[in-house]
């Protein structure tokens, strides 16, 4: 399984990137455009905590990540969707979100079975 600092800067990635293509796509430029490259650059930051295993920083994150997909999905309305650029980087963001919480829920529940903490030996 990927380490979650991997899939962490990866989300963070697609988050910032996608969030700003967004934002310069849009003539209008509207500040919620940059919500997403926001959480992004929060969940960057929060990579190298991840990658020396700080717990509390790592439920963190899973939190984060899983507040921003809702915030994004939220964004698209249902009522009036179609396939345009827009809605494509909502999807794509939200998207990712929630398989990088899956990750992250997946990791966490791999390692409470292990118990000694040998999933991160290759790393140290």
Do not use: Q
Request: proline share 4%.
């Amino acid at each position: 399984m990927v380490h979650p600092y991997i899939i962490n800067t990866i989300n963070a990635l697609v988050l910032i990137i996608a969030g700003l293509i967004g934002y310069f796509a849009n003539p209008a430029r509207p500040l919620t455009a940059l919500i997403a490259p926001f959480f992004g650059v929060l969940l960057l930051a929060c990579t190298y905590h991840l990658r020396k295993h700080n717990r509390f920083v790592f439920n963190t994150v899973t939190a984060l990540t899983l507040l921003v997909g809702f915030l994004v999905v939220m964004r698209i309305d249902p009522d009036t969707f179609e396939w345009n650029r827009r809605n494509i980087l909502f999807v794509v963001m939200g998207l990712s979100c929630f398989v990088s919480a899956a990750f992250f829920v997946g990791t966490f529940i791999r390692e409470r079975r292990m118990r000694n903490n040998t999933i991160y030996k290759d790393d140290l």
